[in-house]
T-cell receptor, first 113, second 117 residues
Framework: GQNIDQPTEMTATEGAIVQINCTYQTSGFNGLFWYQQHAGEAPTFLSYNVLDGLEEKGRFSSFLSRSKGYSYLLLKELQMKDSASYLCAVRDRYGGATNKLIFGTGTLLAVQP | NAGVMQNPRHLVRRRGQEARLRCSPMKGHSHVYWYRQLPEEGLKFMVYLQKENIIDESGMPKERFSAEFPKEGPSILRIQQVVRGDSAAYFC???????????????FGPGTRLTVT
């Protein structure tokens, strides 16, 4: 089956660091994505991991361990505008086309002053 | 360079009516994906299309739902005889031609919020 787990909600303080975890069990794997989604808006791409290790992009970093089926998104120097849902998604395989995304339910992050 | 466009942004239908949701992919993109987001739930894959072809419809309900991506014009997600449970946000994403590994980035549109009364 296909299963992606992430915490439902998290709270953090402005200026701090927060780590959002994601575990997955999927029949196929061809990369893991993190998206940010503000209420009522489209998901926007944050990061992509296909090999094990850490990818850093400004204040955002994402880590992947394929053997453990585990990823995390690290947000540094939190700002109020970072309050949003963070979606973990695994790219599945379907025949010869490997582009279907399977999403977790998202983690709602609230940044407090 | 315009992004993925969806219209309408909000759609209200009575039970039993038809809903038509449109998606225009980013310029140069030939692949379209439809996802549904129910309240308090994650995005669920529905269907993956290329021009004039349905590649993967494993997430589409068996009845009342259909999708197309014609040679000319936008992709259409059609829901016949809508019921209250169809109320959700429907997001479209597009991507360019797949790479040799069969992958490509997906860019999301702003979504259509369907309300069935």
């Amino acid at each position: 089956g296909q299963n992606i787990d992430q915490p439902t909600e998290m709270t953090a303080t402005e200026g701090a660091i927060v780590q959002i975890n994601c575990t997955y069990q999927t029949s196929g794997f061809n990369g893991l994505f993190w998206y940010q989604q503000h209420a009522g808006e489209a998901p926007t791409f944050l990061s992509y991991n296909v090999l094990d290790g850490l990818e850093e992009k400004g204040r955002f970093s994402s880590f992947l361990s394929r053997s453990k089926g585990y990823s995390y998104l690290l947000l540094k120097e939190l700002q109020m505008k970072d309050s949003a849902s963070y979606l973990c998604a695994v790219r599945d395989r379907y025949g010869g086309a490997t582009n279907k995304l399977i999403f977790g339910t998202g983690t709602l992050l609230a940044v407090q002053p | 360079n315009a992004g993925v466009m969806q219209n309408p942004r909000h759609l209200v239908r009575r039970r039993g009516q038809e809903a038509r949701l449109r998606c225009s992919p980013m310029k140069g993109h030939s692949h379209v994906y439809w996802y549904r987001q129910l309240p308090e739930e994650g995005l669920k894959f529905m269907v993956y299309l290329q021009k004039e072809n349905i590649i993967d419809e494993s997430g589409m309900p068996k009845e009342r739902f259909s999708a197309e991506f014609p040679k000319e014009g936008p992709s259409i997600l059609r829901i016949q005889q809508v019921v209250r449970g169809d109320s959700a946000a429907y997001f479209c994403a597009s991507s360019p031609l797949l790479s040799t590994s069969g992958t490509a980035e997906q860019y999301f549109g702003p979504g259509t919020r369907l309300t069935v009364t």
